[in-house]
């Protein structure tokens, strides 16, 4: 219950203090406000730090299986590879495609993310406000927003980098 007190009674939130938190256990009155609403957050604060490394978590293992993927993709390309060797493509030029290739998958997967992120975003906005009036803008800027994108794309043209290297002959045994 939200109780208002006047403005003009300051010692008014001290005895329902005393009457209601010192009289047993069975009630318990918030007084005063921002003290009692700090004690809550430091009791609770451990839980955004868990978040926190959950999401870290989950960035981790989406980040291996992206690599993971971009690797298995260029290693199925081997036999094209070997072809374009066996026309007298120099090693540079294949090993440059290949890392363009592994960053082009992935800034094609960046933009269809923000797709699904603004798509979920619109949604979570929509539903908030209706429930609660809390108007969220889902393209408020946040750095993560550059930066995480921009290091998956070069996580990703590293994946590129096993693959490129792989010695590839024109007369390798693996065609």
Do not use: C, H
């Given at each position: 219950m939200l109780v208002k007190?006047?403005?003009?009674?300051?010692?008014?939130?001290?005895?329902?203090?005393?009457?209601?938190?010192?009289?047993g256990n069975r009630l318990t009155f918030a007084w005063p406000i921002a003290a009692t609403i700090a004690e809550l957050f430091d009791k609770i604060g451990w839980f955004d730090q868990v978040l926190a490394l959950v999401s870290y978590l989950v960035a981790?293992?989406?980040?291996?299986?992206i690599l993971v993927s971009i690797y298995n993709?260029?290693?199925?390309?081997r036999r094209e590879?070997?072809?374009?060797?066996?026309?007298?493509?120099?090693?540079?030029?294949?090993?440059?495609?290949?890392?363009?290739e592994a960053a082009a998958i992935s800034a094609l997967g960046m933009l269809v993310a923000f797709?699904?992120?603004?798509?979920?975003?619109?949604?979570?906005?929509?539903?908030?406000?209706?429930?609660?009036?809390?108007?969220?803008?889902?393209?408020?800027?946040?750095?993560?927003?550059?930066?995480a994108p921009a290091a998956l794309i070069g996580l990703a043209a590293f994946a590129g980098v096993v693959p490129a290297s792989k010695p590839i002959g024109p007369m390798s045994p693996s065609i």
């Open positions: 007190l006047k403005a003009g009674s300051p010692t008014a939130g001290f005895r329902l203090d005393q009457l209601y938190n010192k009289q981790l293992v989406a980040t291996a299986l993709s260029m290693n199925e390309r590879i070997a072809i374009l060797r066996a026309l007298g493509a120099r090693r540079r030029i294949i090993f440059s495609a290949i890392i363009l797709g699904v992120y603004l798509g979920i975003m619109f949604g979570a906005a929509a539903v908030i406000r209706a429930q609660t009036g809390i108007v969220l803008d889902p393209f408020q800027f946040n750095p993560v927003m550059l930066w």
